[in-house]
C-alpha cells in the first residue's frame, strides 16, 4: 500500500474514550489526509495536512483533530469517541505537486468499532 | 442530487465478458476523474487517472469521460475472476478541492466476475 502504514488496523473502544489512530509513510509526500468509509455514504475527507503543523479541515471533521509534527507521521484523534464514529478511517497521501496531487494513494485502513 | 451518482450494484458477471461502470456527476468545476478497486477488507488502490475529457487506455482497462454529458465511464475487457472488488470513481476540480486533494468519490459499485 505504497509506503503506508497505519495503526492500529483493528480497535474497539467504548462511548466516551479518547482515540488516537495514526499513519505512517516512507514516501516523503507532502500531503497526508484522513479519510472514513461508511455504507451508504462512501469516502468522506476528515481533514488533511499540506506540510508539518499544516492542516485544514474537510467534510466530516466534526469531533475529530488531526496534528502532523513529522513528514512521515498523521495522527487523528478522536477526543470522546460516539458510536456515530464508527467506521473504516483510511489514511491517503499524494505527492503535492500541481496535477499529480489529485492522485491520492491509500493505507489499509483501520477499522473502529464504538460501542 | 448527489454530487457524484454511482450505481452500487452489485453486478455480476462470466468471465471473459466486458464490464461497463459508469458515474454521473452535476458539477462542471470538476476537471480530474478517477477510478479506485477496492478489494475486501482493503485500501482503494488508483487504476485509472483522467483529467478533463477525453479516453484513457491502460491493458484491459479504458476510461472515458464526456464532460458535456457529465458522465464518466470504465470498461473492463476479458474480465478475469481478480477484477472482482469494488470500483469507486472520484473527481475534483481546481476550484473544487482540488490541489488539496480533496476528491468527491460515488458510493462504489461491487463488481464479481464468476469462473
Known amino acids: 500500500d505504497a509506503g503506508i502504514t497505519q495503526s492500529p488496523r483493528h480497535k474497539v473502544t467504548e462511548t466516551g474514550t479518547p482515540v488516537t489512530l495514526r499513519c505512517h509513510q516512507t514516501?516523503?509526500?507532502?500531503?497526508m489526509y484522513w479519510y472514513r468509509q461508511d455504507p451508504g455514504h462512501g469516502l468522506r475527507l476528515i481533514h488533511y495536512?499540506?506540510?508539518?503543523?499544516?492542516?485544514d479541515k474537510g467534510e466530516v471533521s466534526d469531533g475529530y483533530s488531526v496534528s502532523r509534527s513529522k513528514t512521515e507521521d498523521f495522527l487523528l484523534t478522536l477526543e470522546s469517541a460516539t458510536s456515530s464514529q464508527t467506521s473504516v478511517y483510511f489514511c491517503?497521501?499524494?505527492?503535492?505537486?500541481?496535477?499529480?496531487?489529485?492522485?491520492?494513494?491509500f493505507g489499509s485502513g483501520t477499522q473502529l468499532s464504538v460501542l | 442530487q448527489k454530487e457524484v451518482e454511482q450505481d452500487p450494484g452489485p453486478l455480476s458477471v462470466p468471465e471473459g465478458a466486458i464490464v461497463s461502470l459508469n458515474c454521473t456527476y452535476s458539477?462542471?468545476?470538476?476537471?480530474?476523474f478517477m477510478w479506485y478497486r477496492q478489494y475486501s477488507r482493503k485500501g482503494p488502490e488508483l487504476l485509472m487517472y483522467?483529467?478533463?475529457?477525453g479516453n484513457k487506455e491502460d491493458g484491459r482497462f479504458t476510461a472515458q469521460v464526456d464532460k458535456s454529458s457529465k458522465y464518466i465511464s470504465l470498461f473492463i475487457r476479458d474480465s478475469q475472476p481478480s477484477d472482482s472488488a469494488t470500483y469507486l470513481c472520484?473527481?475534483?476540480?481546481?476550484?473544487?478541492?482540488?490541489?488539496?486533494?480533496?476528491?468527491?468519490f460515488g458510493k462504489g459499485t461491487k463488481l464479481s466476475v464468476k469462473p
Open positions: 483522467t483529467y478533463s475529457s
Open positions: 472520484a473527481m475534483s476540480g481546481e476550484n473544487y478541492g482540488g490541489s488539496q486533494g480533496n476528491l468527491i
Open positions: 458539477n462542471s468545476a470538476f476537471q480530474y
Open positions: 514516501e516523503n509526500h507532502r500531503y
Open positions: 491517503a497521501i499524494s505527492e503535492g505537486r500541481g496535477m499529480a496531487n489529485e492522485k491520492l494513494f
Open positions: 495536512s499540506y506540510g508539518v503543523k499544516d492542516t
